[in-house]
């Protein structure tokens, strides 16, 4: 009673008023046994580590005091997946993907070069050709897409090429594809020493690769041929 210490504290001997308007009855309990009402800082804290621990599958709202936490699912692709309906619209615009065209074709030309009874014109004249041929078959003459999509069957009679990008001309990868085999034919050009039978060849193999990529055709099926 009156000899007691300065740092103890006497029973809340008082009723509170809580939430909504009722009265809570604390009479009895010691204040030094009421729950420590959480910092910001802690809370902070806490919200930072579910934040990174979770940055793709949790969407959690920003901290405040006195309000309980709640988790909520956000609606997205975990990983590198994507909300493309057909992935052939982006496929070329994938990382790293023009690099590994890159190594397919010097890899083309190694092969090629390790065979002992080709010269070197030989050599890249087969490596253009074998090149433009692939991109001729894989670009230009296939249609629709190797996997269902939920598209009504759009891309069923549009090429590759066609379906990049969703149809949108000069793209950067449309770019890439097409001065890909301009520089091909330009090495190989080179390497023959313009010989006329060479020259002949690796000319008519770029201009197949080449204008079904002009926009002036796009979508064009001369003499109806792949059409259906």
């Known amino acids: 009673m009156g000899g007691g210490s300065a740092d103890s504290v006497p029973p809340i001997e008082r009723a509170q008023m809580g939430e909504g308007g009722c009265f809570l009855e604390t009479a009895g309990v010691e204040a030094s046994a009421a729950p420590r009402a959480p910092r ?7 919200f930072r580590k579910v934040r990174y621990l979770f940055p793709l599958l949790l969407e959690v709202p920003a901290p405040s005091l006195g309000v309980p936490l709640q988790v909520t699912a956000e609606v997205m692709n975990v990983g590198v997946a994507h909300s493309e309906v057909n992935p052939n619209t982006r496929v070329m615009n994938s990382r790293g993907i023009w690099l590994a065209y890159i190594i397919l074709v010097g890899l083309l030309h190694v092969v090629l070069l390790s065979i ?27 249609k629709g897409t190797p996997f269902e999509t939920p ?15 969703y149809g949108l001309q000069f793209t950067s990868s449309r770019k890439f594809l097409s001065i890909s085999p301009i520089v091909l034919y330009l090495l190989a050009s ?11 060849i690796n000319t008519a193999s770029l201009l197949s690769v080449l204008l079904p990529k002009l926009p002036q055709f796009h979508g064009v099926r001369l003499f109806g041929i792949n059409k259906y």
């Open 151 to 165: 598209d009504q069957g759009k891309a069923r009679l549009l090429t590759h090429w066609e379906q990049m990008d």
């Open 116 to 142: 002992p009874f080709f010269s070197i014109p030989v050599v890249w004249t087969l490596t253009n050709v074998i090149h433009n041929l692939a991109m001729y078959v894989f670009l230009h003459t296939v």
């Open 40 to 46: 910001a800082s802690e809370a902070s804290s806490f």
């Open 190 to 200: 080179f390497y023959t020493k313009y010989d006329a039978a060479h020259f002949l």
